[in-house]
């Protein structure tokens, strides 16, 4: 499971999901309890271990003692493979639980990708992409599928042309960037749950996410000055008439998600 915040139920607002801020605590207990309702779901679909890998800003956003499902808790801000880390082929599934629609799609609360401050659009393989389709190489790369995102309907639908099948728990509706229609906390987690199950229930059928390789990451970032270093790196290169849009190509998933990794790190001090 890689949990982000800005999906879950009741949060508009940065402040809300920023460690160290007045409303940051309590934020983070709804965060909590969607996680472990994607995890009581899953048991109740016959799932019985479960990694939980911390992806949102510090990624120290869960308490270790309070997961459901004695499920095993990554945490912590270095990790190569960022909100992937843990995976590997031995898992059956993965969840994306609390995630939120791209910087550029249609209206989705707290929208961004990986660094809003940086980027303004990613496009994998010509299709937009927010942070499920990029994470989706990683999953490919394992041969595991994504069974099941929780967010809004922005979110929900970004998912689906990279992962085919994936099971959505749509817990609050996007009025704007900074405002939503949300599900009562326990209706959301009700929500979940039973998506969780349904997810378990049909892994099965589930396949590995659908991405044509060798792929291509095009990436548009907020200004020239933030693409000609992202081209420092091996294998990016700058698309002919655009100042502002990168873009890189492999046949290996998981390498090219990597190299975009790379390119978010790179420029994240620039950019602030």
Request: glycine share 8%; aromatic share 6%; charged share 20%.
């Amino acid at each position: 499971m890689s949990s982000d915040m800005e999906g879950t139920a009741g949060v508009v607002d940065w402040g809300q999901c920023r460690p160290g801020q007045p409303e940051y605590t309590y934020y983070r207990t709804l965060l909590q309890e969607e996680v472990n309702a994607a995890i009581e779901g899953a048991q109740a679909g016959g799932a019985s271990r479960f990694l939980v890998n911390d992806s949102h800003s510090t990624m120290a956003n869960l308490r270790p003692d309070a997961l459901a499902g004695r499920a095993r808790y990554l945490s912590g801000r270095h990790k190569p493979l960022y909100m992937m880390q843990g995976l590997d082929s031995s898992f059956d599934g993965i969840f994306f639980v609390s995630y939120h629609g791209s910087m550029s799609g249609p209206r989705a609360t707290l929208s961004h990708t990986y660094n809003p401050l940086a980027i303004s659009e990613v496009r994998l393989n010509d299709v937009l992409a927010g942070e499920s389709g990029i994470n989706a190489l990683v999953a490919l790369a394992h041969g595991v599928p994504v069974v099941l995102i929780t967010g809004d309907e922005t979110t929900a639908a970004e998912a689906e042309p990279f992962c085919p099948g994936v099971v959505p728990a749509v817990v609050k509706s996007s009025v704007s960037r900074f405002s939503a229609d949300s599900l009562h906390p326990e209706d959301a987690r009700e929500v979940i749950r039973d998506a969780a199950r349904r997810a378990v229930e049909g892994l099965a059928a589930a396949r590995p996410p659908r991405i044509e390789l060798p792929a291509t990451l095009t990436v548009r970032m907020r200004n020239p000055d933030l693409a000609e270093m992202a081209t420092w790196i091996a294998g990016v290169e700058t698309v002919p008439g655009d100042a502002v849009t990168v873009r890189m190509t492999d046949s290996d998933p998981l390498r090219l998600y990597r190299t975009f990794i790379t390119v978010v790190l790179l420029t994240r001090g620039i950019a602030e």
